[in-house]
Every structure is written in structure tokens, then in C-alpha cells.
């Protein structure tokens, strides 16, 4: 083990699994490692301290080995400032450019650690130097001139840490498993909502279709009207299908009230989209009286934001839904900054979007049929991540039940 | 087209959808066919009837087509008496013998048609002579000297009637799908359940151990509390963690009232075994208070019968478990016995194994959080089953609920 | 039933199973039908004719019938011309506008039948007087002043026939299972593919990202190469990871010789879109030798087109993704056009989009991991399609063998 | 932190992720610890050594913490002997008995550490003391006067250690996924076949029907008579299918060349097990020369021992079928005693049925189209598994002939 260098980590390292992974990747890497000093927090509250040699038998190793435990957080015991290279042209980047994280980041320039502002995973940092300001930025949105960090030197990751006090998300973590207990899950996460709600967090919800097909749709809208949804996030066929049961009763040409095919209702998703045309869009389909009902309805009402996001299987669309996937993204992302909670629920598509957008703190839960979806969504880095194998029809009339018990319980 | 035979077709045969499949079959053959009669009945009362010629190029074909048709109910005009051949030792059965649907059938002997007792899929069919009696049998309980059926001569099939008026089990029939709506569907289940309990009919379910790993055994036990349950089929898994959540609150070590695994907890399905095992069986557990609640506790209370039967993955097992797998289709058999309903829930083996028994006029509700194993689970020859892609630990409190909400309204 | 109405049906109306769906519908309806005429074609080339007096107890009952049964290619014996509306405005179209299938359409018009053009599932049919053209339309491109065909009157489906001597796609049709032979299909399909090379018909492959996590990149690429693809429909992840690959050894920073992770891999998939970025395009990345193999390699080097639809879960994109998704589907169309077979692989996006857009006589095979997506994608009014619960990584290399062998054979 | 106690652990503690798993469970369970002692091995071959004093808030707490480490292999500075109570009557075991892991495991008896025979997962340890022997036993198995171990103390758990050299089954170590390079994997598990082979290593495989239906029976009983294999486990749909198609060519009545079904296919396993049933057994169905090709045929040929595992849903079954569960369990163990490796194909019970009675050093190799069952399989503490999502149609052929190309490689 010719090459080595000692490495620092600092915070609830023990609690969060970090001091675990970091010995699982050094072993994986064919490295070694010493531990030189290990102080942990006496108290809960306490944070511990590890100084460890880390050791290969390469300069290359050591290299590789000291950059997966940088994405960790541990950081040399000397920092120096980071490299920035100006950006050739629009798009082109310096090789060897840093990619984030999804952890809060920050980069020492000029000797002062700044914080990097709009972290979101696979991104560039880029600096500018005159404000001293840091941002996150996608690959296709650096500009010529930009100056970009490359390398991990000067860049520190604050690994998220795990609370001690365990919550629902903590017990959960990473596992997906049908064999779960519903009602008492579905409970705790009313539990979470109601205690998100009392710290003034935001709240986000990322629904598919189902909710509509599944007779969900009532849960779901009375939820947006008693507040407890903050911002939107869907596609062009939730919004259709809502309007389309809102006007005939029927979705995908299905009567929700008795499960059976309406004649004729393979047109009303049609029928319903020309309605929003021929209003303009959903806002004035609503201040015209022409849908009465729902949760896009509901969304209008009480000034709930929505993103339609557009995709390539989208029929019409209506004139709301984006249709530059970029666009939606940036769209995504304002509406998403500030929120502490995401409930993804039966949507693939547009909750691997959202995820991806997310910064590691957000805690979310992904609720759909199909436990290989969840297992996809649950691999996206967050770190309190709840994955329900549960149909939306049952799931959110029980979520919407224990909000309503857990609050009337909680104002006695 | 050398070869022809005329068939004819009685009963609701346009609804039922026999013609249909009739039609098709014959083409797929590489058969024909000409409508000599076709009489539809006039009210939704009267049955109809079809006189048809099919032809083949060949005597085998048309054998072959005959034999297909002769599984949905089609007869020659002219039947001829049943051909007997006696079995030369036992389980030794003559060759050809005939194999059975899951539909009435009836035998001609000595040019009367007699009923076929205990008829299952893929059984044989033996007649005794002397008592004009013939019975479904096993391939392995024919005896030596068991005049067995051969041939498809002198059987006639009763290919089940789907009535006009539709009922849930018929607009949903054959189909499996998450997206559709899942209250209403619960609502149309509890209502189907009562209407079987007001007709007197006997309602079975069939069980896995997630009911209780997703905290659904109160509903259930609730429900055999209530009378709505007949019989329980199910395995030692479902029957120890019951009792394991009644001794020691968890089930596979994990507490259901708070979802997390509990020290030690991984023991306590043996435990429970250790202390059935002790009593000698469950009932001695429940009648000296070992036992004091539960879904096996409200079977004994109750007296509903409960077939455990025993599987190559078993611990233990408990003392009232079957180990004799063939003694144990046999439990299941005379419990089936007159049912007119079977739910089955999230247990693919014990669900086949019963759907394998029973008549295809009994109606089967299957719910699994696996859409594979509800296709598996309806692709039995039941003509009135539905699937529901849900998750027990949601999907039978709501059913409770259900069942209670409509039975008070209709005392009222 | 006060209110009846004759209508007749021609073709191969029993093989193709209308017959026995228009039975169903009347019934499941609550109408009532006799058979005037029946006269099934003698051979099997000759078409089937079918008169019939269907029946409701109300006008209304009567016109939701005849209306479904007009999308099996039922007419009344007399048509009337198609009633036209003009659009009010762009994207404002006339209530009760008629909806297509994806069948061939003709419409009625100054007393001709005239066969619709670009006919799609969900449009709309427009007429342009002066030149005799009917074309179908989304409703979105609907502009004011077109004459919108409304309701039923004078248009004319012709329901896909099945044709006697049954195929691979016959005898699939519809099934989704994965206890089926894998290797005879694997054969069956090269077949296919080879026959429809053989009659000049055109191949589209849609695919998604895991033909290259699991290492059947290769296979596909060499499918292109030799000549039996036309055209490749597919997403940001497709490509990127497939120039990952050629650039680093990599797929999502997994080396797929060895299936493990590489240190450092997990930016390699942003190195790849920027090295593109900076050539510009994939097409100058493999002019200018940045890119020297693969699947995009190899539509550049043999003028294969493909469309890159851009989605909100993209990173990057590439430069040659489109980001609207209208212009996506746009681009789709245009590469559809006179596609005969169309193969899905690993991806329900992609393959719902394309799918949307075929008309009902393409032949597809869809191949997914999971039979859920494939219950999804079958379920799109393709007459002929085959769904395989497989895996890219095993079934695309098999695949490919079978062409080489099958091809070798043919030649000599 | 009231209450304190020293443990120790040895081995490869950090590369087989001891360490983490017991940081973990420390502070899961609200307690604490201090390092006092933490050796890493300098080389690969040196074992690591820790001390540790584990603290928590009460004795109560402190044992439990201290019992779930214990099954990680951690033990007290001094350890006492076992302690021993006699069973009460057969199967009435004494309270707070012993249950075991699947690792290998030693008991402390006057003073001397003997290890336990036939260690598996959830049995009980019997001590007779004249012997000096300890015996893993099932509860039921347990005779009156049995000395059965209580408590942990006395009880050393040896935590099996990751090698430092990575293999297959260390890199793909509990993940399942659809996304990785499949004809890699395949390799990669040839080699390790050829491995065991070439070490002196028993192979056995768990099939289900499957097998047969995908047509990949051949590429099995290839292996078979190439004696790759030792020992099969498997049911009675295996036996009866895999003989329906040598006698008839079909596999529950599909032709499996053409994948087409055949005319009176279903009757043909029934035909099968009648044809078994005359013979007597499977060996003389072979010896007389009925049955003349597949799996078990190559059984027969090649003296390869089968258990066939009777179930509830067998038809029939076969008179090779054992019908009492527990001594098909006992049949599995005889069966399984000795070997390295275990490939399982395409079966959930039986799979499970097996992997209950391995040792966790056994290495597993999971294959299943179904994500699910996967999961399952792979969560009951075997320490080597891979899971593969594949299909067993192409899965089998494409490990045939990998097995084909690497032996002959290895020959020259």
C-alpha cells in the first residue's frame, strides 16, 4: 500500500450508516484503511469525528477510493481552493468537470467555504467569482465564459444524516415490501403530513391516471381542498380524465360509480379536452362554470400551482400541459424548491422526474401497484424514501380518513 | 370438406358466449361449419337453440373439433350410450379414458342420461351399473374394476349460462386489471356477499399469512365473527402468525401496531408453534385461554371448520396441520362442498389448489397484489370470477366496512 | 323493443372474431338480434355476409348499439352522406364530433366512398370538398374553417380480418404469458421478420435504455447493420448510454463486460452527452470519429433514421432529442408511415407513443420484463401483436442468431 | 447508559460488513458503544479484531441488543456454558429455547466449544452430553428428555466472512435487478459451475414447470447428462410435464415446437401420470423403455437422485411424488447435505422449500421472470445469492452453451 492520505468525516456518521459505507467502499476498491482517531457523540445530539488513513497500492486507487468517499463526505484534512475553468462555449463544458450530488455541497474559493445554491443530482457547479455565489447548473444550461469547477478538490458534500430519534422514514428506509402492516403505515404517514403541515413545510403530491380510473380522485381533491397539498405535479392525462369524470361521470369511458364502460365513453377523454380548448384553458373552464368539480377543479379554487408536464403519449393535449420537456422541467423545479415532503402516487414517468430534481432532504413517498416502479424510484439517492406496494383506489381514501381523524383528534 | 356431423346447442348460448366460442374454434381448427338452425330466445327466460353442420377434410379433424365442441356443450343429434371399460388394477385405467371439465356433466347409460357426482376438472368419470350412479373420480383413487368412461360417446356437458342480467361477476369477468375503481368494487363484493348469505348460500376463503403482515386479520376475524364465513382453507403460515400476533403481538417479529420489527421477534413464530404444540392443538389452545383472539381463535368460537394444509415450506408445523398433501385435497374437497362462493386472497397455492376442486358455478373473488398471479388464479375454467389487483391489508378493512355499512342499511 | 334497425356486415366476419363481438356487445347492451341472412363463405378466400335486425327497447339504447357495432364495420343497408361541421376555430371543433379507429375508415361523400387518409386512433376526420380528400386529424391541429365529419352517419370501418391460415400473430394474439416456448417464438419472429423483408416491408425498432444495461446493445447494433432495421424510435437514455458505452466501456457507469461498477462511472453517462454536445450532434461525433460503434454509430453509418423523443426525466439532452413532445409525436408519425412490423423492446413510453400512431393492420411484437406492461401495450386495438415477457438481454442476442442462421439457410 | 458489557468479535469483521451491520443494530436499538479495541488485518488473509463495549439504558435493553449481536457472530469476553433443560414429552419444548441461524455455530459444554450438526435456520440445538455431540433439530423432531439449549449463553455464531477477493456472488450480492448484463451473468455462472465442479463440489437444481413450458427441458437434461448436476429437487408438475413431452410433444398441451396447443392436449398430462402410474414408478417407466428422453429420464440414466415435493394443487400426482410435507423436507435435507451450490429455476415454493434448509454458506443462484419472487428468495440469509430476472426459456440454453464453450476452452 504504497500511497496513502488521511481523510476526515464529522457529524452523526455512525447513525447515518456513513462510517459503514465508507469501510464497504475502501474494501470493494481493493484499499486499506487505519482508523486514527474515532470520538463518538456521547449524546444524541453530539456529533462524532473520524480521522482515517486511507491506503492503496496506486496513486490511481488511492485517487478513485478518496473520490466515492468524498461523495460521502469526508474531506483531506487540508482543503485548498477549487479548480474553475471557464466554459468554451454554450454546452461546452471542461473535461473532467465535478458532477453533484444531491447532498448539500459547498466549495471553498478564495479560502472560504460557499454554499452551493439549487443542488440536484448530476449537475456542474458553476462560480462566480465577483458575488462569491455558487450554483448548481444542468449540462445544458452552462453558458460560454461560465466558470465551472472541475475535480472534487475544494468541493465538500454534507452527507445527510440519519436523526436518531426514528421516524417513519427512518424505519422504512429502502425497503419496499407489500407484507407491511397498510393501516398502521398509511396512519403514520398521516402522522408525518399533519406534522410537516404544523412546521409550515410545503408539500408536494406527483399523481398518474389511476387516481382517476381507481375512483381516487375524491380523496385526492378533498385533500387539495382541506390544504394540505401544496403544488401539483401531473401529466396531461390525470388532468383529462379528471375533467373528463367532472363532465360525463366517466374515465377513460369507464362509470366510476358503477365500474362498468358508459357507451360511447371512448370519446369523452376527446370531448373532454375539447371543452378546455374551446375555454382556453383549465382556469377559465372553472371561472365559467364549465367544470364544477375535482382535482383540477379543486387546484384553481385554492390557488394550488400545477405542472402538466407533456409527454410523447399524450392525447391532445390540453392547452395547460407543457410541451417543451425542458420547460417542464424548469417548472418542476420552481415549484419544488421549498417543499419538504413528496408523496409520488401510481406515475412512473413524472416521479422519476420530480426525484430527480429533488435535494436528498425531502422526504418521499412512492405509492404504486407495481413494486419494481417503487424499487426504481426508491434507487434515486433520497435518503428518506417510504416505497408502499398499494392501489391508489384504496390507499388514498385511507390516507384521506386518517388526516381527517388525526386533525379532528388533534384540535381536542 | 369430406367429413360432416351435425351438433346441436341449447340454453343461452348468445349470452353465454358458447356460439362464439364455438365459431372460433372451428375456424382455428381448420374446420367449417353451416348454421342449420339458430333460434334466438326471445325473453331473457327463454333459452335458444342451434342446429349446426361441421365439417372437416379429414375424419380426425373432425373428431378433433367434435371433441373441442363437446367441451362447450354441444351434442350429436342422436346420442349413444357411454363406453365402460373396467380398470385392470387400481390407478391402472383404461386407455382414451374421458377426462372432465369443471361443468354438469351427465352420462347416457342405458339410454338415460344420468348426472355425473362430484364433478371437478380432470377428473375421470366411473358408473356403477347396478345403482345407475356415476361419480367424478381422481386418476388416483380409480380402483380395480371401476367401469371407467372412454371416449367422449354418451357425455354430455352443461357448459354454464351467463345470465342477462349482469352481475358484477359477470361484467368483470376474465378480467384483471389495477385501474378500476376500487371502492365501488368493495362496495359491489359486500354487496354480492350478502345476497349469498340472505339465498343461504356458503362463502369460503381462502387465505395467505400477509393478511396478517399487513394487519388485516382483525377484518377478517371480524368478519368470521360476524357469520359472513363458511369454512377457512389456508396453510400453517397464516394459522402461526395469527397466533403469533395474538401471544406476542407481532407477526414475522415485526409489531403490526407500529410496523417495526421487534428484538428478538424472529423467535416468536416458533414460540407460538411451541406453545399449539403444548396444547395439542389449536382448539385446546383456545378452550384453556392460551389463545384469546384472532382469526383461528373466532373459527373454534365459532365453529367454523379450517383445513390447514401442509407445504414443503412449513416450520413446525402446528399440530392441526395436514401433512399428507392428497389428504389434504380431500379436507378441501368436503369443504367445498356446497359453497357458492370463494374469496381468495393473497395465496397463490392454496388459491390454485381450491379453484382446482370446485365446480366452475361457484363464484370466486381473487385478490393478490400480483397481477401474474390472478392471471394464473382465473385462468381455471370458473366462469364468474373476479380479479382485483389490491393489497389485503387495505383492501379488507374497506370490505369490512362495507359489509357492516349495507348491512345496517338493509335491517333498516 | 320497440326500435330496431337492419344492418349488414362482408368479409371474413367469422375468422376474425367480429361475428362473435358484435353477439356480445348487442347482448351485453341489453338489445336483442336476428339473423336475416347468414352465409359464411364457402372458401377460404370467399367472404362471409351477415344481415341482421338488431333491436332496443328505446331509440336511444338503440343508437349506442348500433354505434358500437358500427366500430366492428357494421353499416346500415343504406348510408347517407357524412355530415360535416366547420371548425369555429382553431382547436374549437363541433360538439359531437366523430372519433376515428385505427381501422381503414372511408367516409360517404356526394354519395362515394372515400377512403380517409392517415388514419390514427382518436382523431378526427376532416373533408375537403373541393378536392375529395378526407384526412384524419388530432384535435389539436383541427383549424377553423375545417369541415369536421359529426357522428356516425355515411363513415364506413373496415375491421381487420384475420386471415385463415394462421401466423404467429394469430395464434398469440392477445395472449401474454411467459410459460411459452421461448426459443420456437425467438424463431417464429426471426421468420416473421425475414418474410417481411422479403415483401419489401418495413421494420421500426423502439427501444429503451436496458437493451444496453443489459448488454444487448451489440445485438441490435448488428440488426441495423445488416439491414433489417429502417428506422429506430427511442429516448435521450437510449442514446446516451449507448454512446456511454462506446466511449468509456460503460452503461450507467456499470462495465458491461464485467457487470461491475466502475469507479467514477456514474458521470460517465454526463461526460457522453457533453462530448456530443460539443461535436454538436451525434451524426458529427460519428463523422468526425468521436463515436466508432454501436447502435447510433450504426443508424448514422447506414442513413437508418431515428427519432429521439425527448422526456422530462432526461438529463442533458443530447443535441438531437426533440424536446416538444408534439413535434416528437410529429416526427414519429412521419417514420411510421408504411411501417409493416414494429418491434417494442424495453421501454412502455416509447412504445405507447409509437403504438398510438400505428394503424390496426402493423404487426407488433412487444417484449418487456414485466407482463404488466405488456397487458398494457397489447391493449391498444392492434390486431396483430405479440407480447413477451422476456428479457432484452437474452432475447435480443437470440434473436439475432436466429436471423443469421435462418438468412444462411434461405441462401443456399 | 446505566448498563455496559465487553464483546468481541474476530475474523474478516470489516469485508463481510460485520462491523456495519453491528453499528447499525446498536443504535437502531437506542443503544450505544465504544471502540476499544478495533485491529484491521494488515493483509488480505489476516483476520480483523474488535472490542467493543456495548452500553444501553437498562439490562433489558442491554440483553436484547446484546442478542441480536451475538447472531453476528460477537460474544462476550468470558463465556459461559450452555444451559440445558430437558423437554418435558415429545415436541413440548422448554421456554426460551435456542433458535438457531444458518451460519455455522458452536456451543460452549464443560468448558469445550463443540459445533453444531446439520445447522439450519430456525431449529432448536440438542445436546447429548454422553457424546459430547450438538444437533441442530426442528422443533417437531424434539423427544422427551432432550437436552435443549436455552439462552444464548454458551452460543458462539461464526458470521460468515465476505473473501477480499471479489467473486460473482460477491459483486451481485443482494440486488436484484432486470438491468444488467445478461449474457455476462451467464457466463460469469458458467465459470463458477466449472469452479465447483473442478473443487469436487455437489451442484443441485430446484425446478418448476416452467422449465418445460418454455421449452428449455433440453438444455436441462443436457446438463444433467453432462453431469453438471447432482441432485434435483423439483414437484410433481416438473416430472409430469417433462414426461407429457416425451411421450406426446407437448407441455400442458402445447406443442412445444410449434407453441401451438394441440387438439386434446389437456388430457395429455393426465395420460402422462396413467402411463407412470402402470409402470409403476419413473425408473421403471425408463427401464422398460416408455418413457425415452428428458429430465428425468437423465436422472434415471445417469443415477442422479430426485426428490419430487408432493403439494396441494398435484394432479394425479406421479407415484414417485412424496405426499407427507415433512418427509419431503427430510428427503431435501438428506439431499442437500454436502452441497456447494444450488441453482434455482422458475419456483417459488420449492425454492424456498430448500433454501429453508441450507447452510448460509451455500452458494444460490436465483432465476425468475417474476422481480418478486426474487426478493423473496434472496431474504433468507444465504450470504452468496445472486438473483437473476430472467426467463428460464432463455436463460437455460444460454447457460448450456456457455457450460459447452467454457469446458471446451478449459480442455484445450
Not at 64 to 89: F, M, T, W, Y
Not at 235 to 253: P, V
Not at 318 to 347: N, Y
Not at 386 to 407: R, Y
Amino acid at each position: 500500500m504504497a500511497e496513502s492520505q488521511e481523510i476526515e468525516l464529522r457529524g452523526h456518521i455512525i447513525d447515518s450508516g456513513i462510517m459503514t459505507q465508507l469501510f464497504d467502499r475502501v474494501m470493494d476498491m481493493g484499499g486499506n484503511f487505519e482508523i486514527l482517531v474515532f470520538e463518538v457523540g456521547k449524546k444524541k445530539t453530539d456529533p462524532s469525528y473520524a480521522r482515517l488513513r486511507i491506503a492503496a497500492s496506486s496513486r490511481e486507487t488511492l485517487q478513485s477510493i478518496l473520490s466515492e468517499l468524498h461523495r460521502l463526505g469526508a474531506r483531506p484534512l487540508k482543503v485548498k481552493d477549487v479548480h474553475l475553468v471557464p466554459a468554451e462555449a454554450d454546452r461546452v463544458v471542461p473535461k473532467g468537470f465535478y458532477t453533484t450530488t444531491n447532498h448539500p455541497t459547498q466549495v471553498k474559493y478564495c479560502g472560504e467555504w460557499i454554499p452551493v445554491q439549487a443542488i440536484e443530482m448530476d449537475f456542474l457547479i458553476v462560480v462566480n467569482p465577483e458575488e462569491k455565489i455558487a450554483v448548481a447548473k444542468p449540462l445544458g444550461k452552462v453558458q460560454k465564459g461560465n466558470l465551472v469547477v472541475v475535480g472534487e478538490q475544494g468541493v465538500g458534500v454534507s452527507y445527510p444524516e440519519r436523526p436518531r430519534e426514528q421516524s417513519t422514514f427512518e424505519f422504512m428506509h429502502g425497503t419496499v415490501s407489500p407484507e407491511r402492516p397498510s393501516e398502521t403505515l398509511i396512519a403514520k404517514i398521516a402522522k408525518e403530513i399533519l406534522e410537516v403541515r404544523k412546521n409550515g413545510g410545503k408539500i408536494a403530491v406527483v399523481g398518474g391516471p389511476a387516481i382517476i380510473h381507481t375512483g381516487a380522485d375524491r380523496a385526492l381533491a378533498g385533500m387539495i381542498h382541506d390544504g394540505y397539498i401544496d403544488v401539483l405535479f401531473a401529466g396531461n392525462a390525470l388532468a383529462t380524465h379528471d375533467i373528463e369524470y367532472n363532465l360525463y361521470g366517466t374515465s377513460l369511458g369507464m362509470d366510476i360509480s358503477t365500474g362498468k364502460p358508459v357507451m360511447g365513453g371512448h370519446r369523452h377523454h376527446l370531448y373532454a379536452i375539447s371543452e378546455i380548448m374551446r375555454a382556453g384553458s383549465i382556469k377559465n373552464a372553472v371561472d365559467t362554470g364549465v367544470v364544477t368539480g375535482g382535482i383540477m377543479y379543486e387546484c384553481i379554487k385554492h390557488n394550488i400551482p400545477f405542472v402538466l408536464a407533456g409527454s410523447i403519449r399524450d392525447d391532445g393535449p390540453l392547452p395547460d400541459v407543457i410541451l417543451d420537456v425542458m420547460e417542464a422541467q424548469d417548472a418542476m423545479r420552481k415549484h419544488i424548491e421549498g417543499c419538504s415532503m413528496v408523496v409520488m402516487i401510481a406515475t412512473l414517468l413524472h416521479s422519476i422526474a420530480v426525484g430527480n430534481c429533488l435535494p436528498s432532504s425531502v422526504k418521499t413517498v412512492c405509492v404504486d401497484i407495481n413494486p419494481a416502479h417503487l424499487t426504481k424510484l426508491m434507487d434515486r439517492g433520497t435518503t428518506q424514501a417510504i416505497g408502499i406496494v398499494s392501489d391508489a383506489g384504496t390507499f388514498l381514501p385511507l390516507l384521506a380518513k386518517q388526516l381527517e381523524i388525526q386533525s379532528c383528534a388533534a384540535k381536542k
